[in-house]
């Protein structure tokens, strides 16, 4: 493993049963019915409630970790993503840190560090914008002389 470079951890939303039900309600059936007829509307009504079921379910994702590896050899660069349960990728973690040396980067803690920084920057030109628009909505006095 002495070719690793680049080591990353993040979190990972798995919609498998929203996905899965989905697949079943685009699903269209070998026989085909008239427009319009009885058959007709109801695949279109188990279709929908499949579909609202898949919506229904993809409120309630799989939470996963994702590593991923990045290594070089004769053939180039290479990545491979690991998606594992919190338990098994944060043992991975320490095996590979173990093994390389390398720490790895943690992409869940460096977006949560930009939507803050962001969010800040956010705020500092909403205050400037407010000043600008009092300095401009304050009445000229003019000066008599």
């Not at 008239?34 to 279109?44: Q, W």
């Not at 609202?52 to 939470?63: C, D, M």
Request: proline residues 3%.
């Amino acid at each position: 493993m002495k070719t690793v470079t680049e080591i990353s951890r993040d979190d990972h939303k798995d919609y498998a049963v929203s996905r899965w039900l989905m697949n079943a309600a685009t699903q269209r059936s070998s026989e085909h019915h008239r427009f319009g007829s009885r058959a007709h509307r109801e695949d279109l009504e188990a279709s929908l409630g499949l579909a609202l079921l898949s919506t229904i379910a993809s409120l309630f994702p799989s939470h996963k970790e994702m590593v991923r590896l990045s290594w070089t050899d004769a053939q180039g660069r290479h990545d491979a993503d690991f998606y594992l349960g919190r338990s098994e990728g944060r043992a991975l973690l320490v095996e590979i840190k173990k093994q390389t040396g390398l720490e790895p980067r943690d992409l869940e803690k460096e977006r949560k560090e930009e939507e803050k920084r962001l969010k800040s920057l956010q705020r500092q030109n909403s205050q400037r914008s407010n000043e600008v628009r009092e300095k401009k909505s304050a009445p000229e006095v003019p000066i008599k002389e």
